[in-house]
Each structure stands twice: as structure tokens, then as C-alpha cells.
């Protein structure tokens, strides 16, 4: 009885040529596996169905996992306003997880003898995956062809034409990979320290002109609905919002990063309605969260994109920081008003009843109600009394020398 192997199957050049290498090279029986994170369309999904079987595959499995890659993973990033070096919404590094863990859990499901993925040996995706395959389903062999063998695209696709294979062989000047979370787009302009995407790289492209005003609304730090227009799930309000802002081109830039094997990368990436939801919420917080709220929320949740960005997503001290960034939501409630422009957009303002702004507090710069400028005389000298102190016993002993 043939040994089965779980394989992530994305329909591409390299997990194609893993079903015919485990399959008829290896003698495995495939079953083939794609996690729709956001990326494809019911038509996308149906033709690479269509292709596995081809192929000769003996299952394939589709997941729709955007609802749980948001609950998941996206939730928290959006709770902890989180861009990998000030800059990128980690759209790419989420939705590799989520994907790795599904896959995981299917190869469980089947009792495989293995499981197999089509990274190759340069990036962090390998990385990703065969943590999260050690850690679920130890034990279970895992099987990286394109990696092991050290094959050249052009020697996949002599390989696959050998099989009698007929697929779109044709290298995209861009390689482009879409989630809910964002799109990454790479190209030769990524490649060196200087350079950026030409305007028809971009896979979604400016079609609005003059601007226009939307309202996000959060409830305890998730968008729930955006211009009055209510969503079931917050991904879906995601998306939606998506079609929105992204004709305007914002959320568009390059990130340069640390991969976890040791060097560093440039990538393209537009991410239209997740950099428009972290600025929104982020503006929120700012109003209705406190200083040390917002201090230790910025400390936690940098480590949080940077240990997630590292594939360590199943780390225990992951779920301590999701609890701590989950709590902190409590009072982050409110509408936000964002002004989209072409290639840029701006946070307007908020309203919500938590706004520790509140006018009958007083105002900044104008006059208080919760003290006299005598009290304020009083604390800015007790405030300040240990650093006086210090500044005292050091000017004595140098005085002494």
C-alpha cells in the first residue's frame, strides 16, 4: 500500500512538479491541499482543482480559511497596529502560517506518512512551515522536492514536459502573491537596494480621482461596519473596504527586512484597506486608551510581528501577549473618519464615548477643571524631587574632589 504524502498545492511551477516527482518518481499517493487565505477567486480555486486532478492527485482539498486566518492571526495584528519595521502589515508571513497550520491539521486528518511543501532553499517560507509541521505533527516525515533536489526552474519544466504536462510555463515579470492582509509584488526593482515598481506592477491600479470621505466603525477594536454598511465577520468588512481604498493606490510601499535565515530582502507590497484599518485604530487607541496602556502595547506587540514574522506562531508567549492585546480592547470603540486621496490618505478624526479627550475635562492648552495651576506647582516640584536630589548629591561630591 503506497504511502500517502499531504502536499500544500498552489497549482504553480513548483508544487506542480511535486505531484509528479512524490507521485510517479516516489510512488506516494498525493493528496493535494490549497488554503484560500484571500488570494483566490471561486473560478481561481476551481480551475487549480481542476489541474491537481489532472495531474493525478488522489484528493484534493480546498480550505476557505479567511474568517479563521482572521481570527487567528489578522485580529491581533490590527489590536497591536502591527508593521514589521515601521513599514509592512506582514501580509505575506500571516497568511504562510495559517496556511502551514491547516495543512497540518489536514495531514492529521488523513493519517499521512508525510507532508511536503514547494519552497525552495532561499527564503523564510521553508522556514515557516517545517516549524509548524515539527511542532503539530512530529513524526510525520517532511518532504521539500524543489529544496532537496536544488532545481532550477528551467529543469522543472524539462522535467514536466517530459510527463506530458501542459501548463503556462511563462515566468510573470512580477511574482505576486494576494491575501486578505495585503498583496506582495517582487520583481527585478526588488531585487537590489534601489529601486521601485514601475505603475503597471502594481496589481491593483489607480482608477478614482478626487477624494472621499469613509467612516470605519470599531467595536472593542474590530471593524465592524464602514460607511454605516454592517459586515457578519470583520473580514468581510476588510474586503469591502478594500474595494474602496484600494483604487485610490494607498498602502503602497517597499519593505526592506531580516528574513530568519539571515539576510536581508526587499519586497513591494499594496495593502490599501489593512494600512487605512491599522492607522484608524491606531488613532482610536491614542484617544481612549491610556499612556501606559499604549506603552506596553507598543513594546508587546513589536515583539509579536517580529516572533510571528519568524514562523513562532505556536510559542505559549504568543497566546499571553494575545490575551494582554485582547483585554486592552475593552474601551476601543468608535468611529473613525479617514479622507482617501489618490496614492495617499489621512485620519480625520474620531468620535466615541470612551474619548479620554472629553471637553468636560477640559482643554488642552486652554484650561482644565480637574486642577488649580497651585496644584500643578506643587506636583511639578514633588514630580521632579528624586532627580533634584540626584542632581544635589552629585554636585557635593564634585565639589568634594
Known amino acids: 500500500m503506497a504511502k500517502k504524502v499531504v502536499l500544500g498545492f498552489s497549482g504553480g511551477l513548483d508544487t506542480t512538479f511535486c505531484v509528479k516527482y512524490l507521485g510517479e518518481d516516489q510512488g506516494y499517493e498525493v493528496h493535494s491541499i490549497i488554503v484560500n487565505t484571500g488570494g483566490f477567486s471561486d473560478e481561481e480555486l476551481k480551475k487549480i482543482e481542476e489541474h491537481a486532478y489532472n495531474l493525478g492527485v488522489k484528493t484534493h482539498t ?20 502591527v508593521l514589521k519595521n515601521n513599514t509592512y502589515p506582514l501580509s505575506v508571513s500571516a497568511e504562510r502560517l ?3 497550520l491547516h495543512i497540518a491539521e489536514h495531514a492529521q486528518k488523513l493519517k499521512a506518512d508525510a507532508v511536503a511543501h514547494g519552497s525552495t532553499g ?23 522536492p524543489i529544496r532537496d533536489l536544488k532545481l532550477s526552474r528551467e529543469a522543472e519544466i524539462e522535467y514536466l514536459k517530459g510527463k506530458g504536462v501542459n501548463m503556462n510555463f511563462a515566468k510573470a515579470v512580477y511574482s505576486i502573491n494576494k491575501g486578505l492582509w495585503g498583496t506582495s509584488v517582487g520583481g527585478k526593482e526588488t531585487l537590489s537596494s534601489k529601486g521601485m515598481l514601475p505603475e503597471d506592477a502594481w496589481p491593483t491600479q489607480v482608477t478614482k480621482t478626487g477624494s472621499e470621505e469613509v467612516k470605519l466603525h470599531f467595536e472593542k477594536g474590530e471593524l465592524r461596519s464602514v460607511n454605516d454598511k454592517s459586515f457578519a465577520h470583520p473580514s468581510e468588512a476588510i474586503q469591502y473596504l478594500q474595494t474602496i481604498a484600494g483604487a ?45 496602556q499604549l506603552n506596553w502595547k507598543d513594546q508587546l506587540a513589536q515583539f509579536y510581528g517580529n516572533w510571528l514574522h519568524e514562523g513562532q506562531i505556536m510559542d505559549p508567549v504568543m497566546r499571553d501577549i494575545e490575551a494582554y492585546l485582547e483585554n486592552s480592547q475593552q474601551h476601543v470603540t468608535g468611529d473613525v473618519f479617514v479622507h482617501l486621496q489618490p496614492y495617499r490618505f489621512q485620519i480625520i478624526g474620531i468620535e466615541s464615548s470612551y474619548d479620554l479627550m472629553s471637553s468636560k475635562f477640559g482643554k488642552y492648552g486652554e484650561m482644565n477643571t480637574g486642577f488649580t495651576g497651585e496644584d500643578v506647582r506643587g506636583f511639578s516640584k514633588i514630580f521632579g524631587n528624586q532627580t533634584s536630589i540626584w542632581n544635589s548629591v552629585t554636585k557635593d561630591n564634585e565639589k568634594g574632589k
Not at 67 to 81: A, P, S, T, V
Not at 125 to 133: I, S, Y
Open 62 to 81: 480546498t480550505v476557505n480559511a479567511i474568517k479563521g486566518y482572521y481570527d487567528r492571526i489578522i485580529k491581533y495584528l490590527i489590536y497591536g497596529n
Open 98 to 100: 495559517s496556511q502551514a
Open 122 to 144: 532561499a527564503g523564510n517560507d521553508q522556514v515557516r512551515f517545517d516549524m509548524v509541521f515539527h511542532i503539530l505533527i512530529p513524526g510525520v516525515e517532511i518532504i521539500t
Open 248 to 292: 485610490y493606490g494607498v498602502g503602497r510601499d517597499i519593505h526592506v527586512g531580516d528574513t530568519i535565515i539571515g539576510i536581508k530582502g526587499r519586497v513591494g507590497f499594496e495593502a490599501a484597506a489593512p494600512m487605512v484599518i491599522l492607522k484608524a485604530h491606531h488613532a482610536l487607541e491614542k484617544h481612549v486608551l491610556t499612556k501606559w
